[in-house]
């Protein structure tokens, strides 16, 4: 038929389809599945890719989460050195008074505290093995760094700390490590602690490091409490 036979509606809706047989007309041996730009490895790739992506996001929400619950969980702290703790007695003399209102200025000095406090303990069996405690409170976003700078502070003080290592951090966690070093005053085994709402430090005159991480956790629990 020939352009000038075309009626107008066959010009506004063009021809119409010709059926030749019963079943579908494959128009192409092109396999659209195996197209680089259809479903074929590439989906597959990008449906790889998305789900690592979730995966990833994922645990790093739930990261996000435990370190959000920690933090919540660890962040309202109280020190408190009672009287009395783990064998030993508190000096209230004016003498260790004024050593621990040093070692307390001192270490507020470092950190940005919202209280500090500062005690010396004798041993009643061995005066020779007197400890000296002193921290405070804060919310500490990265308590093990914090931790960390405390030490190297130490070391500068002292001129150096040696065999720092990681010990078990007792019931209320966070990070506690424990190093040693040598001074006027003689051998100290030195320990820490932090979490997201304290930091402490303790030094421990003529003891061995492992006596004084047993000691520094015993302290721990008897001086610090949560809300």
Known sequence: MSDAHLTERQLIEGPEPVELTDEPIRLSTHDPERSPQGRGPMSRRRRIALTVALVVGLAGAAALGTAGWRIAREKDVRLDPPGHLAGLTRDDSDRARSTADYLR???????????????????????????????????????????????????????????????????????????????????????????????????????SVDDSAGLFRQLREGIQTRD
């Open 105 to 207: 200025a001192g270490f507020a000095a470092d950190i940005d505290l919202d209280r500090s406090i500062g005690t010396v303990y004798r041993d009643p069996a061995d005066e020779k093995r007197t400890v000296l405690f002193f921290g405070g409170t804060t919310l500490l976003w990265q308590p093990e760094r914090d931790l960390d700078s405390l030490f190297r502070l130490m070391a500068d003080e002292t001129g150096r700390v040696t065999d720092v290592r990681t010990v078990p951090a007792g019931k209320y966690g966070g990070v506690m490590k424990c190093g040693r070093t040598s001074g006027d005053g003689g051998d100290f085994a030195i320990c820490g602690w932090a979490d997201h709402g304290s930091v402490a430090m303790g030094m421990f005159a003529n003891r």
